[in-house]
């Protein structure tokens, strides 16, 4: 009984959430609860075998069979479409966990030592951020190769120091308030302070930043796999399938189209969703 | 400035020097992050043994003939040498030779840094105007449907892939209306009609996220000042509305502006990677693509190293125009 009270009443905090969102953030949401659908069910709902060479014409235009045409060599673009979405949306939130979590570990082990381990830690962030995000991605990529482990270490390591520098903001700020003191006079030990009392109350900016880091990293591996440098054949995120059709270009092939739009209403949906979160103050910084 | 003529002007003269002092250290600051900048990348660069000696020579060299060329490159010097050598040719204009096309890196640079200076260029000729007048416009329109609707216009175009604008681009202008070519080509003896219309989708694809961006904080800073009691002062004073905002709001609002515009401004050294690439333009973010694909690591560092020097340059001008803009930041 209490389980199913308990089930309601989340079912209605998650309804006056989506009540209170202005139009553009209830948009926002639909796309990218759709796009997170499609990544997790998208290869079953493929009406064609990824690789499979299913017509004669090539750059073919939308019709019954073809929802989304044919790409550069024949094959289904929709059924590529749906699983190269889930390389873009899973490679991107690995690396936005990733980012996010060392970044905020980092952030929090700096505040609570303080000192020179603050200072050198903050300097060397301070650094990395000052490498414009794709030249960084470029020179990574050239040192150690992209295997689809390697891009979303890379994706991690470039947006990581961003956070760090949010999560030592709001951690600092915290750490000065009274019931951080109290806890620190009780005698409790740094791991406990910043686990405990700090980490909890920057949840929700966390969660923004979170969201921010991903459509970020969309972005950049979209990009990097556009140049041919990210996702490598025979796999395929959108990027890829962006960098496959470029010869439909001159004609504005459907094959070319549809990946793109895919990109675009996966981060615009994200970002539209973040600007209307409560709370929220900030504007987009210029980090892309 | 109006902002200076607001502080009381005791000592004007250790004011400027204070400033000049503050603009100084700031200076200093991004020297020293792209001293580190530079150490960041060149490290991360020699981090694998594979290189291009490797790579030119192919599977069947023996070692002797890599070691060899290896020597002749300075390739097998230690790793601080190299560094220090690399950063004395560079301040020289010699950053070494490219191991694959053969010819001094400073060579294959001078020639594409001009494209990029003139796509550059003309992408901030025509993003600063406009992106300045959607701001102003509906900061001053602020909280009305059209307001509104440009805010979530921008906000859209913030998170828009390069590769989508330049589609649609080419799908509209050049395929359906037949204006623009969709491959930009650069000869030397172009017509102005020719030359701007070989830029224009290029041009395009890389102003609509700058502008979006520009926009937005400018529409902030402006925002910022209209809720200033100065406003409300002038308003009650039965200012008009142009003169408000042209006399009493912008000189107020030009320093945060001018860190809007440098900082929006970064982003087109990003964004000029991919827009190269897709209408085959022969710039320095393509070269620095293909340094990659060739592992090519001298002109793959230089490449990162301008480009990195810009964007601090950029931001260290957005740093100042703040410095100039804002009394208080000057005593801190």
Same mark, same amino acid.
């Given at each position: 009984?209490?389980?199913?009270?308990?089930?309601?009443?989340?079912?209605?905090?998650?309804?006056?959430?989506?009540?209170?969102?202005?139009?553009?953030?209830?948009?926002?949401?639909?796309?990218?609860?759709?796009?997170?659908?499609?990544?997790?069910?998208?290869?079953?709902?493929?009406?064609?075998?990824?690789?499979?060479?299913?017509?004669?014409?090539?750059?073919?235009?939308?019709?019954?069979?073809?929802?989304?045409?044919?790409?550069?060599?024949?094959?289904?673009?929709?059924?590529?479409?749906?699983?190269?979405?889930?390389?873009?949306?899973?490679?991107?939130?690995?690396?936005?966990?990733?980012?996010?979590?060392?970044?905020?570990?980092?952030?929090?082990?700096?505040?609570?030592?303080?000192?020179?381990?603050?200072?050198?830690?903050?300097?060397?962030?301070?650094?990395?951020?000052?490498?414009?995000?794709?030249?960084?991605?470029?020179?990574?990529?050239?040192?150690?190769?992209?295997?689809?482990?390697?891009?979303?270490?890379?994706?991690?390591?470039?947006?990581?120091?961003?956070?760090?520098?949010?999560?030592?903001?709001?951690?600092?700020?915290?750490?000065?308030?009274?019931?951080?003191?109290?806890?620190?006079?009780?005698?409790?030990?740094?791991?406990?302070?910043?686990?405990?009392?700090?980490?909890?109350?920057?949840?929700?900016?966390?969660?923004?930043?979170?969201?921010?880091?991903?459509?970020?990293?969309?972005?950049?591996?979209?990009?990097?796999?556009?140049?041919?440098?990210?996702?490598?054949?025979?796999?395929?995120?959108?990027?890829?399938?962006?960098?496959?059709?470029?010869?439909?270009?001159?004609?504005?092939?459907?094959?070319?189209?549809?990946?793109?739009?895919?990109?675009?209403?996966?981060?615009?949906?994200?970002?539209?969703?973040?600007?209307?979160?409560?709370?929220?103050?900030?504007?987009?910084?210029?980090?892309? | 400035?109006?902002?200076?003529?607001? !502080?009381?002007?005791?000592?004007?003269?250790?004011?400027?020097?204070?400033?000049?002092?503050?603009?100084?250290?700031?200076?200093?600051?991004?020297?020293?992050?792209?001293?580190?900048?530079?150490?960041?990348?060149?490290?991360?660069?020699?981090?694998?043994?594979?290189?291009?000696?490797?790579?030119?020579?192919?599977?069947?060299?023996?070692?002797?003939?890599?070691?060899?060329?290896?020597?002749?490159?300075?390739?097998?010097?230690?790793?601080?040498?190299?560094?220090?050598?690399?950063?004395?040719?560079?301040?020289?204009?010699?950053?070494?030779?490219?191991?694959?096309?053969?010819?001094?890196?400073?060579?294959?640079?001078? &020639?594409?840094?001009?494209?990029?200076?003139?796509?550059?260029?003309?992408?901030?000729?025509?993003?600063?105007?406009?992106?300045?007048?959607?701001?102003?416009?509906?900061?001053?329109?602020?909280?009305?449907?059209?307001?509104?609707?440009?805010?979530?216009?921008?906000?859209?175009?913030?998170?828009?892939?390069?590769?989508?604008?330049?589609?649609?681009?080419?799908?509209?202008?050049?395929?359906?209306?037949?204006?623009?070519?969709?491959?930009?080509?650069?000869?030397?003896?172009?017509?102005?009609?020719?030359?701007?219309?070989?830029?224009?989708?290029?041009?395009?694809?890389?102003?609509?996220?700058?502008?979006?961006?520009?926009?937005?904080?400018?529409?902030?800073?402006?925002?910022?000042?209209?809720?200033?009691?100065?406003?409300?002062?002038?308003?009650?004073?039965?200012?008009?509305?142009?003169?408000?905002?042209?006399?009493?709001?912008?000189?107020?609002?030009?320093?945060?502006?001018? !860190?809007?515009?440098?900082?929006?401004?970064?982003?087109?050294?990003?964004?000029?990677?991919?827009?190269?690439?897709?209408? !085959?333009?022969?710039?320095?973010?393509?070269?620095?693509?293909?340094?990659?694909?060739?592992? &090519?690591?001298?002109?793959?560092?230089?490449?990162?190293?301008?480009?990195?020097?810009?964007?601090?340059?950029?931001?260290?001008?957005?740093?100042?125009?703040?410095?100039?803009? !804002?009394?208080?930041?000057?005593?801190?």
């Amino acid at each position: 009984m209490s389980g199913a009270g308990a089930v309601t009443r989340q079912q209605s905090r998650m309804r006056s959430f989506f009540a209170e969102l202005p139009l553009a953030g209830k948009i926002g949401f639909a796309l990218v609860v759709f796009w997170l659908a499609v990544a997790v069910l998208g290869p079953l709902l493929a009406p064609y075998p990824v690789g499979a060479f299913v017509t004669n014409d090539v750059f073919e235009d939308s019709s019954i069979h073809h929802w989304l045409g044919s790409d550069y060599l024949g094959r289904d673009v929709l059924s590529r479409l749906l699983l190269g979405a889930r390389y873009t949306i899973g490679l991107a939130l690995g690396g936005a966990v990733l980012a996010v979590v060392t970044g905020t570990a980092l952030a929090l082990f700096a505040t609570v030592n303080r000192g020179w381990t603050d200072e050198a830690l903050s300097r060397f962030m301070d650094t990395l951020i000052s490498i414009p995000s794709r030249i960084f991605a470029l020179v990574l990529v050239a040192a150690f190769g992209s295997s689809l482990l390697l891009l979303l270490l890379i994706a991690a390591i470039i947006y990581m120091p961003g956070n760090y520098r949010i999560a030592r903001s709001l951690a600092v700020n915290l750490n000065e308030m009274d019931y951080v003191q109290v806890a620190r006079a009780r005698g409790e030990g740094s791991v406990y302070v910043a686990a405990v009392e700090i980490l909890p109350n920057m949840l929700n900016p966390l969660l923004a930043d979170f969201a921010l880091r991903f459509m970020f990293i969309v972005l950049l591996l979209a990009s990097l796999s556009f140049l041919g440098l990210g996702v490598q054949p025979p796999d395929a995120d959108l990027g890829s399938l962006v960098r496959e059709n470029v010869s439909g270009l001159p004609d504005g092939a459907l094959a070319i189209l549809a990946p793109s739009v895919a990109i675009a209403t996966i981060t615009v949906g994200v970002n539209l969703l973040i600007d209307a979160l409560p709370g929220r103050t900030r504007s987009v910084p210029a980090e892309r | 400035m109006a902002s200076i003529a607001a !502080n009381p002007p005791k000592r004007p003269s250790s004011t400027v020097r204070e400033i000049l002092l503050l603009i100084l250290i700031r200076t200093a600051y991004a020297l020293l992050t792209l001293f580190l900048v530079s150490i960041v990348v060149f490290v991360i660069s020699g981090l694998l043994p594979g290189d291009a000696a490797q790579e030119m020579l192919g599977q069947s060299a023996t070692p002797g003939q890599v070691a060899a060329l290896r020597h002749e490159y300075g390739l097998d010097l230690p790793a601080h040498i190299r560094y220090l050598s690399w950063v004395r040719g560079m301040f020289g204009g010699n950053a070494g030779r490219s191991i694959v096309a053969n010819m001094p890196v400073s060579e294959i640079i001078a &020639d594409r840094l001009p494209n990029s200076l003139v796509l550059a260029g003309l992408t901030t000729a025509i993003a600063v105007p406009l992106a300045l007048f959607i701001g102003i416009y509906s900061a001053v329109k602020r909280g009305t449907l059209i307001d509104r609707a440009l805010n979530i216009t921008t906000l859209s175009m913030v998170a828009m892939p390069e590769f989508l604008v330049a589609t649609i681009g080419v799908l509209i202008f050049a395929v359906h209306l037949r204006w623009l070519p969709s491959i930009t080509l650069t000869s030397k003896d172009t017509t102005w009609g020719e030359f701007l219309r070989s830029y224009a989708l290029p041009v395009l694809s890389l102003a609509v996220v700058v502008i979006a961006q520009m926009a937005r904080m400018t529409r902030a800073a402006v925002v910022d000042q209209l809720g200033r009691p100065y406003v409300e002062m002038a308003v009650l004073k039965g200012v008009p509305p142009r003169r408000l905002i042209l006399w009493h709001v912008l000189p107020n609002a030009i320093g945060p502006i001018a !860190n809007a515009v440098a900082l929006s401004l970064s982003y087109l050294l990003g964004g000029a990677i991919i827009v190269e690439t897709i209408f !085959n333009y022969p710039g320095l973010a393509s070269l620095m693509v293909n340094a990659v694909t060739s592992r &090519d690591m001298a002109l793959l560092q230089t490449c990162a190293m301008i480009f990195c020097g810009a964007y601090l340059l950029l931001v260290l001008i957005a740093d100042v125009a703040a410095i100039l803009a !804002n009394p208080r930041l000057r005593s801190q």
